[in-house]
């Protein structure tokens, strides 16, 4: 293999530009088992059969096979019950479990950094089976009426499944993911008025929800701690109306001097609506000290802290105080390149859960109409610039005029996107690195402020209704 | 672009613009009508709870404790016009005139557009049976401030990122 050129810190972008074998056919009896869900399984017709055939097909010689095929053909009948559904959801998940690992092993020589050995899990403790059975008869009742069959009566029944499981944080995952997608369903009713169905992303969150409901499916079990130095590259923010995640990805390194590793420190939690903007990072500041920590461009140093197989710290703030200043982009040029990437759960073997931190430099940025493009040696990679935080510093032309750039690396569609975290940008003839989460453990500057202050004042409000009204 | 609907990230809801929640503390576009509270001016105890169904117009405002809004006989109380007016803060004024089925004479959809258009004709009083359901639905809202952050990782929300498209 040639190296690159730029050293060996730059993501060789040539790689992923490859065909893989087998992946349009993959993705086509995906697509075939969507459209399913689209017109949905209460009196399936005979395109609908098809597709199923398709699915059972694809899964033929996999330890699934026989019940992917009895669900199949039940489901084409129009007589799927609840285990077939669940059946019919794992078979699309080992489906695009294949796709990404096929996808990953590509990210991997586009990094050249060394991976991980596979995780091998098993089933954990049990959960409220009741509520468990609840969201499963919901989500059946979603594959039955189909997105164009949805209306308000089908999407209602999933409030008070989620309003019973999000106080047990052993159901937090479900309820989170139930919550956000009964909202888009809610709004997207009558379904029959839909002028277009995003069939891939709803037939995922059915997946995944369904997949969900199986007890211990949801178990992400501690499997060891850490010790030693944590050097943060960039924050990811993700949102729907009312939950909110932020998740750090920083390279760790272990103090007895072994190899040092990616790893992530999440941080979530439910929110109302109206809590938007600043609000959020307001909500998850005080919960980890690691936020403070990545504004100030610091290190932490870990003693004991949990961590999971798949490199998932779980953060406890007694475990953890401030290091020495430690600049990202040192990290990313220095510490990224011979980090070992953390391996993925089976359940979380999915091309939407790819987020693989990469240091990009000396690339062409091209603007066209709204849609950003690095050319990363003659490669076009393109620039997920949607996905940048609006409060926060870091902004779409900072992006454009940027000469380097720490970002997850990501797949959706059919194409590898980079998502900026943070870039070396010009500002006023002077060098400077901004942050997507530059906000995160508190604001500077009048934009900051401002919005802090916004943020403030419509938690206060809802503080104080909720403490008259709440309780009564 | 890629193809939105093989997107496993494609953007269904547009987020909330942030609004000033002193007087209109929740607002929604739920079971076919923009219903929301609204803070009494007088008494901080109090909160009228306020819908317009879409479609019909009807419209319907009393108090938390079923009390009927002095205000709304036979045409908008105040209470209500706060509700639409922070309802296309939140949401924009195209979604809640579409949401509503409101027909804009012309122009531009706006707060005041879609109010003269929903009281063009003298709409139909509501059903202000509604106001128990709508005032359940705000404290379920507000509940949310009450549940436990967590640092155990949700990988679910990968499937929802942000948007810097406001609507």
């Known amino acids: 293999m040639v190296p690159a050129d730029q050293g060996g810190a730059v993501m060789r972008a040539d790689l992923l530009a490859g065909t893989i074998a087998g992946l349009d056919d993959a993705l086509a009896t995906v697509d075939a088992f969507d459209r399913i869900l689209v017109a949905g399984l209460l009196r399936p017709q005979p395109a609908q059969a098809v597709g199923l055939t398709q699915l059972a097909r694809a899964l033929a010689g996999t330890p699934l096979a026989s019940r992917v095929a009895e669900a199949a053909e039940k489901a084409a009948a129009g007589a799927a019950s609840e285990d077939h559904f669940v059946a019919l959801a794992a078979a699309r998940t080992a489906l695009l479990g294949s796709v990404h690992d096929a996808l990953m092993t590509q990210v991997a020589e586009a990094t050249g950094r060394p991976g991980s050995e596979e995780i091998v899990t098993a089933p954990g403790g049990q959960q409220a089976a009741n509520l468990l059975a609840a969201g499963r008869s919901w989500l059946s009742d979603l594959a039955r009426s189909g997105w164009r069959g949805l209306d308000n009566d089908v999407v209602s029944g999933s409030a008070q499944v989620v309003s019973a499981m999000l106080p047990d944080p052993a159901l937090r995952r479900l309820a989170t993911l139930l919550d956000g997608f009964a909202a888009e369903l809610a709004a997207s009713c009558p379904g029959a008025a839909l002028e277009r169905v995003p069939a891939r992303r709803w037939a995922d969150l059915w997946s995944r929800a369904m997949l969900l409901t199986l007890p211990g499916a949801a178990d992400t079990p501690v499997t060891g701690t850490v010790t030693g130095r944590l050097l943060p590259l960039g924050v990811d923010l993700q949102e729907h109306a009312t939950a909110v995640q932020a998740q750090v990805h920083a390279v760790f390194e272990p103090a007895d001097g072994t190899v040092s590793r990616l790893v992530r420190a999440s941080v979530s939690a439910p929110k109302p609506d109206t809590v938007v903007g600043a609000g959020v990072w307001q909500l998850l500041r005080p919960h980890m000290s690691l936020l403070a920590a990545v504004s100030e461009g610091r290190s932490m140093d870990l003693a004991d802290m949990p961590v999971t197989a798949e490199g998932d710290l779980i953060w406890i703030d007694e475990h953890a105080r401030p290091g020495q200043p430690a600049d990202p982009f040192a990290t990313a040029r220095v510490a990224l390149p011979t980090a070992a990437d953390a391996a993925a759960v089976p359940l979380d073997r999915h091309p939407a859960r790819i987020a693989v931190p990469v240091f990009l430099e000396g690339y062409a940025a091209r603007k066209d109409d709204d849609a950003l493009t690095f050319t990363v040696a003659g490669h076009p990679l393109a620039v997920d610039t949607d996905r940048i935080p609006a409060a926060g510093p870091l902004t779409p032309e900072a992006v454009a005029a940027s000469g380097a750039c720490i970002g997850l690396l990501r797949w959706d569609a059919g194409s590898f996107s980079v998502q900026p975290l943070a870039v070396e940008t010009t500002v006023r003839k002077q060098a400077v690195a901004v942050h997507a989460g530059g906000w995160a453990g508190g604001t500077t500057g009048q934009a900051g402020v401002k919005a802090e202050k916004a943020a403030t004042d419509a938690m206060s409000v809802l503080r104080e209704r909720a403490g008259r009204l709440l309780r009564k | ?167």
């Open chain 2, 1 to 167: 672009m890629p193809d939105w609907e093989k997107s496993s990230t494609a953007r269904v809801i547009p987020p909330a613009r942030p609004r000033k929640l002193a007087k209109v503390p929740f607002v929604e576009l739920a079971d076919g009508r923009l219903q929301g509270v609204v803070s009494s001016g007088s008494d901080i105890e109090r909160v009228y709870v306020s819908s317009v169904a879409a479609g019909t117009y009807a419209f319907a405002c009393s108090t938390n404790n079923n009390r009927p809004c002095g205000g709304a006989r036979g045409s908008f109380c105040n209470h209500i016009r706060a509700l639409i007016n922070e309802a296309v803060l939140q949401y924009g004024a195209e979604r809640v005139a579409r949401y509503l089925r409101v027909e804009i004479a012309d122009g531009e959809p706006s707060a005041q557009g879609i109010t003269a258009g929903v009281s063009a004709t003298p709409p139909p009083r509501g059903d202000t049976m509604a106001a128990a359901p709508v005032f359940s639905r705000f404290l379920r809202h507000l509940a949310y401030l009450e549940l436990a952050t967590t640092t155990a990782p949700l990988p679910e929300m990968q499937w929802f990122p942000p948007t810097r498209v406001v609507p």
